[in-house]
């Protein structure tokens, strides 16, 4: 450190000081001292100590709920009001905060994640997460028991989504939303249409093919188009890595334009994308958008995925009992049909059918909203994964996501 | 330090206090609290994070604290290729943006120093790309640049592009977005310290029958190196780190990926924190050392 004053005298004098204030051994002590309360204030990060515990519910004396969701995922009028949710508010005198912000599982589940293993309230007491991700959240015993006497119109339930593998009886979680991953495509482009997986890795195709980077739906179309059941527990490590080559090879050939969320919407109407797997409501949206139907969606002949995205109240919400009342509320088969008519995804709600048959016809033979049992047996849930696999088959996508 | 001494073209100079006064250190208060509190800390904190390990049986997201230092080996050899893009890109970038923002800046500075209102009327052109969401505008660039667009179609008929190419999910897209996007950064640094271009300097070369681009050469670029300095670094650092542009869902692809998205995967896709923090110390340190060269090479002892 004893190397020449420059000449310049502002310079200079910065140089002497900045050397005075290095030898001060104060100044040392001082810096270790900050130091030291960093290590202490990072040390406060927490970690996962034990399972949290319900909060108090005060739901008798505050009529106050806050619910989030992901966007376009609830009936809305033009003026930005939420029909259903108004007529709820005045039958309840609840009031509901709905807030739109959850984009990404993951990303939601990494900003609240602290607050949640902590048992603190999170800013919402309830949203709805993916079930893959709600398994997780139930694993951690993040979510709280739901009261079935508060929620009598459970027993409007689809059967067949009564008894996941990962909360049996749904003691934890109840579904808001269902829907297909499949295969769409643009009518113009290509009015032969797409029938299966190896259509989408046509030559003519080449860069104009997005798939969504949700990886159960991908990959589990992938798989299924092998032939592996993903419903079931008979496939793994070796099964999944053959599908992750076909995805890898058309993705390093350029097949694949980009492995992309909601934002595959904005591909096929720039026409950098004419043919995805997609989500199916997102295709109804497009078309009503586009004024017809431009683009259609199909579930590929080897099988499409079926999704569910479900209430869940965390540990730290002290609203339970409100968010109960919600629940109920969602489960009449009115206000599901309601729903379901604006949202183009599959309710829930067993009788939401036949009350859309007579207020919606146009949705109500629509096959996307409203399957019937042909269409389900096409369409397949992604098994629970343990959370080694969850770990090994999510790098294996991400990797393949982020290229070499 | 090397930041200080652009600002040192100033009159004459101040005596510093030779004391030190109470008032001073309890002014200074505030700022080392608030440096200790969101800088050093999240930084410890990164640092220590990278050296975390997985709770044995654990679940997703369950890290320990252990010095696992071959998190930093694992990183560096999966994500080498994004490293590379990353400074690659970002230094094509850089250049490109003084290319652009160089001449801006002269014109703005010296040539329109006669007409004020148009002066201050481009600076804010300049600027006006700010009062905009920086990721509208880069979706405007991807729509602007997608498949069924006038350009592209004109480039294909021109040859330019092959009649399957594409622009967008392109090294080009990627950094024309990050050129675009940090221009701002690199034109006002040089166009401070142009504004202030003594031109009888410019007359004093032409006097002495140096060429327009000898009086360039020696005397205007000279005289504006600090804000080239400052521009450079402005554009360079953030566009190594940037993950908006090379992302998917903006102008990359998969085959553009950068450091940044290798991060953001990490972090946000995986809950994978000890090599997303290990990725991130790492990118800290090699800007550190790329910059630190830079700043050495162009010789701020030369500029003062």
């Given at each position: 450190m004893t190397r020449q004053l420059p000449q310049d005298p502002i310079v200079r004098e910065l140089v002497v000081q900045a050397r005075r204030m290095q030898f001060s051994r104060r100044n040392i002590l001082q810096g270790a001292g900050i130091g030291a309360g960093a290590l202490a204030l990072a040390a406060c990060a927490p970690t996962s100590a034990g399972a949290p515990k319900p909060a108090e519910d005060i739901s008798a004396?505050?009529?106050?709920?806050?619910?989030?969701?992901?966007?376009?995922?609830?009936?809305?009028?033009?003026?930005?009001?939420?029909?259903?949710?108004v007529r709820f508010q005045d039958q309840t005198g609840i009031s509901v905060e709905y807030k739109v912000d959850i984009d990404d599982n993951n990303t939601y589940y990494g900003t609240i994640k602290d607050q949640l293993a902590l048992g603190q309230f999170t800013g919402a007491d309830t949203f709805c997460l993916t079930e893959w991700m709600v398994a997780r959240l139930i694993r951690f015993g993040y979510v709280q028991d739901l009261d079935a006497a508060n929620i009598p119109n459970k027993k409007n339930l689809a059967p067949a989504l009564l008894n996941p593998d990962f909360d049996p009886g749904r003691a934890k979680s109840l579904p808001w939303q269902n829907g297909f991953a499949g295969l769409a495509w643009n009518t113009e482009e290509i009015p032969a249409g797409i029938k299966s997986v190896?259509?989408?890795?046509?030559?003519?195709?080449?860069?104009?093919?997005?798939?969504?980077?949700?990886?159960?739906?991908?990959?589990?179309?992938?798989?299924?188009?092998?032939?592996?059941?993903?419903?079931?527990?008979?496939?793994?490590?070796?099964?999944y890595q053959a599908a992750i080559a076909v995805l890898e090879e058309n993705v390093a050939?350029?097949?694949?334009?980009?492995?992309?969320?909601?934002?595959?919407?904005?591909?096929?109407?720039?026409?950098?994308?004419?043919?995805?797997?997609?989500?199916?409501?997102?295709?109804?949206?497009?078309?009503?958008?586009?004024?017809?139907?431009?683009?259609?969606?199909?579930?590929?002949?080897?099988?499409?995925?079926?999704?569910?995205?479900?209430?869940?109240?965390?540990?730290?919400?002290?609203?339970?009992?409100?968010?109960?009342?919600?629940?109920?509320?969602?489960?009449?088969p009115e206000v599901a049909a309601e729903v379901a008519a604006w949202v183009n995804y599959i309710t829930p709600v067993v009788g939401a059918k036949e009350v859309a048959a007579e207020k919606f016809p146009e949705v109500a033979d629509n096959q996307l909203i409203f399957p019937d049992a042909d269409t389900l047996s096409n369409a397949h849930i992604f098994r629970t994964l343990d959370s080694a696999d969850d770990q090994a088959f999510n790098a294996e996508f991400q990797r393949v996501k982020l290229g070499a | 330090m090397a930041f200080a001494a652009f600002g040192s073209t100033a009159g004459p100079v101040e005596q510093a206090p030779r004391r030190r006064s109470w008032v001073a250190l309890v002014?200074?208060?505030?700022?080392?609290?608030?440096?200790?509190?969101?800088?050093?800390?999240?930084?410890?904190?990164?640092?220590?994070?990278?050296?975390?390990?997985?709770?044995?049986?654990?679940?997703?997201?369950?890290?320990?604290?252990?010095?696992k230092i071959e998190n930093y080996a694992t990183v560096i050899e999966a994500y080498w290729p994004h490293f590379l893009r990353a400074f690659g890109y970002a230094i094509v970038a850089t250049i490109a943006a003084l290319l652009i923002g160089y001449p801006l800046a002269y014109f703005i500075g010296v040539k329109c120093r006669s007409k004020p209102l148009l002066q201050a009327m481009l600076l804010t052109l300049v600027i006006a790309p700010f009062f905009i969401s920086?990721?509208?505008?880069?979706?405007?660039?991807?729509q602007l640049m997608a498949d069924d667009t006038p350009l592209v179609q004109a480039l294909k008929s021109l040859s330019v592009l092959p009649a399957d190419g594409h622009l967008t999910g392109t090294a080009f897209s990627v950094i024309f977005g990050l050129t675009y996007n940090f221009l701002p950064f690199m034109t006002l640094p040089i166009y401070t310290t142009l504004e202030r271009l003594d031109t009888r300097y410019l007359e004093a070369g032409a006097d002495l029958y140096a060429s327009p681009a000898t009086t360039f050469w020696k005397v205007t670029l000279p005289l504006s190196l600090p804000g080239i300095v400052s521009g450079t670094l402005l554009t360079f650092i953030p566009a190594s780190g940037d993950y908006i542009n090379a992302s998917s869902s903006f102008l990359g692809s998969a085959q553009t990926q950068m450091v940044g998205n290798?991060?953001?995967a990490n972090f946000l896709g995986l809950l994978n924190y000890p090599e997303a923090a290990a990725l991130s110390v790492i990118l800290m340190g090699l800007i550190l050392v790329i910059v630190g060269i830079y700043v050495r090479r162009t010789g701020t002892e030369d500029l003062l």
């Amino acid at each position: 450190m004893t190397r020449q004053l420059p000449q310049d005298p502002i310079v200079r004098e910065l140089v002497v000081q900045a050397r005075r204030m290095q030898f001060s051994r104060r100044n040392i002590l001082q810096g270790a001292g900050i130091g030291a309360g960093a290590l202490a204030l990072a040390a406060c990060a927490p970690t996962s100590a034990g399972a949290p515990k319900p909060a108090e519910d005060i739901s008798a004396t505050d009529k106050t709920l806050t619910w989030s969701n992901w966007p376009a995922y609830i009936d809305e009028d033009d003026d930005g009001n939420y029909p259903t949710l108004v007529r709820f508010q005045d039958q309840t005198g609840i009031s509901v905060e709905y807030k739109v912000d959850i984009d990404d599982n993951n990303t939601y589940y990494g900003t609240i994640k602290d607050q949640l293993a902590l048992g603190q309230f999170t800013g919402a007491d309830t949203f709805c997460l993916t079930e893959w991700m709600v398994a997780r959240l139930i694993r951690f015993g993040y979510v709280q028991d739901l009261d079935a006497a508060n929620i009598p119109n459970k027993k409007n339930l689809a059967p067949a989504l009564l008894n996941p593998d990962f909360d049996p009886g749904r003691a934890k979680s109840l579904p808001w939303q269902n829907g297909f991953a499949g295969l769409a495509w643009n009518t113009e482009e290509i009015p032969a249409g797409i029938k299966s997986v190896d259509d989408l890795w046509k030559p003519a195709l080449k860069g104009k093919v997005t798939v969504l980077s949700e990886m159960r739906d991908t990959m589990g179309i992938l798989l299924l188009s092998q032939g592996v059941d993903i419903s079931s527990e008979d496939w793994g490590t070796d099964e999944y890595q053959a599908a992750i080559a076909v995805l890898e090879e058309n993705v390093a050939s350029g097949q694949i334009f980009g492995i992309k969320g909601n934002e595959y919407m904005q591909d096929f109407v720039s026409g950098d994308a004419i043919a995805a797997i997609a989500w199916s409501g997102d295709i109804t949206v497009l078309n009503a958008e586009a004024g017809y139907e431009k683009w259609k969606f199909a579930l590929p002949e080897t099988g499409g995925t079926l999704w569910g995205d479900t209430f869940v109240v965390p540990m730290g919400s002290p609203r339970k009992a409100n968010a109960e009342t919600l629940m109920n509320y969602y489960y009449e088969p009115e206000v599901a049909a309601e729903v379901a008519a604006w949202v183009n995804y599959i309710t829930p709600v067993v009788g939401a059918k036949e009350v859309a048959a007579e207020k919606f016809p146009e949705v109500a033979d629509n096959q996307l909203i409203f399957p019937d049992a042909d269409t389900l047996s096409n369409a397949h849930i992604f098994r629970t994964l343990d959370s080694a696999d969850d770990q090994a088959f999510n790098a294996e996508f991400q990797r393949v996501k982020l290229g070499a | 330090m090397a930041f200080a001494a652009f600002g040192s073209t100033a009159g004459p100079v101040e005596q510093a206090p030779r004391r030190r006064s109470w008032v001073a250190l309890v002014l200074l208060l505030p700022g080392l609290a608030y440096l200790a509190l969101f800088f050093l800390t999240p930084l410890v904190s990164l640092v220590l994070t990278s050296f975390q390990e997985p709770v044995e049986f654990g679940d997703v997201g369950q890290f320990q604290q252990a010095f696992k230092i071959e998190n930093y080996a694992t990183v560096i050899e999966a994500y080498w290729p994004h490293f590379l893009r990353a400074f690659g890109y970002a230094i094509v970038a850089t250049i490109a943006a003084l290319l652009i923002g160089y001449p801006l800046a002269y014109f703005i500075g010296v040539k329109c120093r006669s007409k004020p209102l148009l002066q201050a009327m481009l600076l804010t052109l300049v600027i006006a790309p700010f009062f905009i969401s920086f990721l509208l505008r880069t979706l405007a660039w991807k729509q602007l640049m997608a498949d069924d667009t006038p350009l592209v179609q004109a480039l294909k008929s021109l040859s330019v592009l092959p009649a399957d190419g594409h622009l967008t999910g392109t090294a080009f897209s990627v950094i024309f977005g990050l050129t675009y996007n940090f221009l701002p950064f690199m034109t006002l640094p040089i166009y401070t310290t142009l504004e202030r271009l003594d031109t009888r300097y410019l007359e004093a070369g032409a006097d002495l029958y140096a060429s327009p681009a000898t009086t360039f050469w020696k005397v205007t670029l000279p005289l504006s190196l600090p804000g080239i300095v400052s521009g450079t670094l402005l554009t360079f650092i953030p566009a190594s780190g940037d993950y908006i542009n090379a992302s998917s869902s903006f102008l990359g692809s998969a085959q553009t990926q950068m450091v940044g998205n290798a991060i953001e995967a990490n972090f946000l896709g995986l809950l994978n924190y000890p090599e997303a923090a290990a990725l991130s110390v790492i990118l800290m340190g090699l800007i550190l050392v790329i910059v630190g060269i830079y700043v050495r090479r162009t010789g701020t002892e030369d500029l003062l």
